[in-house]
C-alpha cells in the first residue's frame, strides 16, 4: 500500500522557537494533504486541508498564522508551527490522497511535538 | 453540520465474545464512512469502508441510513483485535477531509 512519511518523528523546542515538520508521500502524488492535532487519548482534529499548489483551507478556530502550511509539491507538505508555546505540544498527523472520488487516504506515522 | 458520534470510550471484552462498536453519524447529505484501526504504537490504518462491503479481519459494517449509524462488528473477537478503532465520515461534494469520531479502545482479555 501506499506510504506516507513523516519528519521528524519527535522535536523538543524552547518556548518562542518555530518549528517545521515535513510530510512526503513516497509512492503516490498527493494532491490532497490533511494535518491533524491528536491530544492524549483523543480523537484527531482536522486543523487544515491542502491542495498542491494552493492555499491550505484551516477548519474553525485552526490559526493560520500560528500554524503554516505549505504543499509545494504533490509529494511534500510542510507543518510550521511559529512562535511555539507549551500549549502547541501535542501529536501531529499528516495524512494524504490521490485524485479521485473515492481514492484512500493514508496517513503518516505522527511527529511529537513537545514545546518547554 | 458532520459529526461522528462513539458512545463507548471503552469496550472491555473476553476472546470469543462477540463485539460491536457503535458509531452514529450527522450528515445532510450521502456521506462515505469509513473505520480505522491504531495499533499500539502504529499509525492509522484503514481497516474498512462502506463502499467496499467486504469483511476484514473478521470484521463488518452495514451502514444504516435510516438510524445514521456505521456500527463495527465482529463476531469472535480476538486478542490481537485489542486497539483503538475510530469511525470517519467523508461528505460528498467537499475536499475529500475525514471527520473522526471519538475513538473507541477495545481491550479483549485473555
Known amino acids: 500500500g501506499a506510504v506516507v512519511s513523516q519528519h521528524p518523528s519527535w522535536v523538543i523546542c524552547k518556548s518562542g522557537t518555530s518549528v517545521k515538520i515535513e510530510c512526503r508521500s513516497l509512492?503516490?502524488?498527493?494532491?490532497?494533504m490533511f494535518w491533524y492535532r491528536q491530544f492524549p487519548k483523543q480523537s484527531l482534529m482536522l486543523m487544515a486541508t491542502s491542495n498542491e499548489g494552493s492555499k491550505a483551507t484551516y477548519e474553525q478556530g485552526v490559526e493560520k498564522d500560528k500554524f503554516l502550511i505549505n504543499h509545494a509539491s504533490l509529494t511534500l507538505s510542510t507543518l510550521t508551527v511559529t512562535s511555539a508555546h507549551p500549549e502547541d505540544s501535542s501529536f501531529y498527523i499528516c495524512?494524504?490522497?490521490?485524485?479521485?472520488?473515492?481514492?484512500?487516504?493514508?496517513f503518516g506515522p505522527g511527529t511529537r511535538l513537545t514545546v518547554l | 453540520a458532520q459529526r461522528v458520534t462513539q458512545p463507548e470510550k471503552l469496550l472491555s471484552v473476553f476472546k470469543g465474545a462477540p463485539v460491536e462498536l457503535k458509531c452514529n453519524y450527522s450528515y445532510s447529505g450521502s456521506p462515505e464512512l469509513f473505520w480505522y484501526v491504531q495499533y499500539s504504537r502504529q499509525r492509522l490504518q484503514l481497516l474498512l469502508r462502506h463502499i467496499s462491503r467486504e469483511s476484514i479481519k473478521g470484521f463488518t459494517a452495514d451502514l444504516n441510513k435510516g438510524e445514521t449509524s456505521f456500527h463495527l462488528k465482529k463476531p469472535f473477537a480476538q486478542e490481537e483485535d485489542s486497539a483503538m478503532y475510530y469511525c470517519?465520515?467523508?461528505?460528498?461534494?467537499?475536499?475529500?477531509?475525514?471527520?473522526f469520531g471519538q475513538g473507541t479502545t477495545l481491550q479483549v482479555k485473555p
Open positions: 470517519a465520515l467523508r461528505g460528498s461534494g467537499n475536499t475529500g477531509k475525514l471527520i
Open positions: 509512492d503516490f502524488q498527493a494532491t490532497t
Open positions: 495524512s494524504a490522497r490521490q485524485a479521485g472520488l473515492y481514492s484512500e487516504q493514508f
